[in-house]
């Protein structure tokens, strides 16, 4: 894990790329939005009244207002939610690549990464997308539905309940084990040179399976320093309500700085999965 930590650290301007990057996508996306909220409030009180806390009513009236635009807008989020999958599958490449070839990359290592692994990478995210389907089918879906077909006539909601509850880890743990296995798959294809997808994918699931312990420890290790960013922003939003223009822009510049987080998080699991898959010894 502080591998990955101070291997993203060495190369702090990848962050800012992908910050930067997905900051751009999202103010392009949610521009319409804008425009439309502006053109609904102009320069009534209500838009003063929005600063200082959230309005059902003005809400309520926008939806009705809007009504074809906020149909138009819940599919502009779906494709926005493709762009983002491609274009993060695009810009980790280089970030792969600038892991795999170690402290003085820079720039070109990443240009180089981000056109050399795209087509392979946008493969595994394609078998990735397909494992999630099905993890959440199974489990979320079908699993679900036996359970009530099991239970409907009994009295008893013991062990309903707790199967449910056995279901739902079950579905958080495969969930998590997909995402571990394709970090590990994309760690393969960048320091194995390798072009099959699938051929990654199960190199990667035996990698995981075989080292189970520290794969875990690193992700959740990660995972841990991404939860205390989100429990400190919950904590600075409970003691910090909006109350004005100066505070709403508060709000905002804090907001970046856990997406910024975020990324660098991110970016340090990446590092520490291919740092530890590289391992000469772990290979062998």
Same mark, same amino acid.
């Given at each position: 894990?502080?591998?990955?930590?101070?291997?993203?650290?060495?190369?702090?301007?990848?962050?800012?790329?992908? !910050?930067?990057?997905?900051?751009?996508?999202?103010?392009?996306?949610?521009?319409?939005? $804008? /425009?439309?909220?502006?053109? $609904?409030?102009?320069?009534?009180?209500?838009?003063?009244?929005?600063?200082?806390?959230?309005?059902?009513?003005?809400?309520?009236?926008?939806?009705?207002?809007?009504?074809?635009?906020?149909?138009?807008?819940?599919?502009?989020?779906?494709? %926005?939610?493709?762009? !983002?999958?491609?274009?993060?599958?695009?810009?980790?490449? %280089?970030?792969?690549?600038?892991?795999?070839?170690?402290?003085?990359?820079?720039?070109?290592?990443? %240009?180089?990464?981000?056109?050399?692994?795209?087509?392979?990478?946008?493969?595994? +995210?394609?078998?990735?997308?397909?494992?999630?389907?099905?993890?959440? /089918?199974?489990?979320?879906?079908?699993?679900?539905?036996?359970?009530?077909?099991?239970?409907?006539?009994?009295?008893?909601?013991?062990? $309903?309940?707790?199967?449910?509850?056995?279901?739902?880890?079950?579905?958080?743990?495969?969930?998590?084990?997909?995402?571990?296995?394709?970090?590990?798959?994309?760690?393969?294809?960048?320091?194995?040179?390798?072009?099959?997808?699938?051929? +990654?994918? %199960?190199?990667?699931?035996?990698?995981?399976?075989?080292?189970?312990?520290?794969?875990?420890?690193?992700?959740?290790?990660?995972?841990?320093?991404?939860?205390?960013?989100?429990?400190?922003?919950?904590?600075?939003?409970?003691?910090?309500?909006?109350?004005?223009?100066?505070?709403?822009?508060?709000?905002?510049?804090?907001?970046?700085?856990?997406?910024?987080?975020?990324?660098?998080?991110?970016?340090?699991?990446?590092?520490?999965?291919? +740092?530890?898959?590289?391992?000469?010894?772990?290979?062998?």
């Amino acid at each position: 894990m502080t591998v990955g930590l101070r291997a993203t650290w060495r190369a702090p301007w990848m962050v800012v790329v992908f !910050f930067a990057a997905n900051l751009v996508l999202a103010a392009a996306v949610a521009a319409p939005m $804008h /425009l439309a909220i502006s053109d $609904h409030v102009g320069r009534s009180f209500m838009g003063e009244e929005l600063a200082r806390g959230f309005s059902a009513a003005w809400l309520t009236e926008f939806q009705i207002a809007y009504e074809q635009f906020l149909q138009g807008f819940s599919v502009a989020i779906a494709y %926005g939610g493709l762009l !983002f999958l491609a274009l993060n599958t695009v810009l980790a490449g %280089g970030a792969f690549e600038v892991f795999a070839a170690g402290e003085g990359a820079r720039m070109h290592a990443f %240009g180089c990464g981000v056109g050399k692994y795209f087509a392979r990478f946008a493969r595994l +995210a394609l078998i990735g997308s397909v494992l999630y389907f099905l993890a959440f /089918l199974i489990w979320q879906d079908q699993a679900a539905k036996l359970l009530d077909r099991l239970f409907r006539g009994s009295v008893t909601e013991y062990w $309903h309940f707790y199967l449910n509850w056995a279901r739902a880890a079950l579905l958080f743990f495969s969930v998590i084990l997909i995402n571990v296995t394709l970090e590990y798959a994309r760690a393969d294809i960048v320091t194995r040179d390798r072009e099959s997808a699938l051929a +990654a994918l %199960g190199q990667a699931s035996g990698f995981v399976l075989r080292h189970w312990p520290q794969v875990l420890a690193i992700y959740f290790g990660i995972g841990t320093l991404t939860l205390l960013a989100i429990l400190l922003y919950s904590a600075f939003a409970r003691f910090f309500p909006q109350s004005s223009v100066v505070t709403v822009l508060l709000w905002f510049l804090v907001a970046q700085v856990l997406l910024w987080a975020r990324w660098l998080f991110r970016l340090a699991s990446w590092g520490a999965a291919v +740092a530890f898959y590289g391992q000469p010894k772990i290979q062998a």
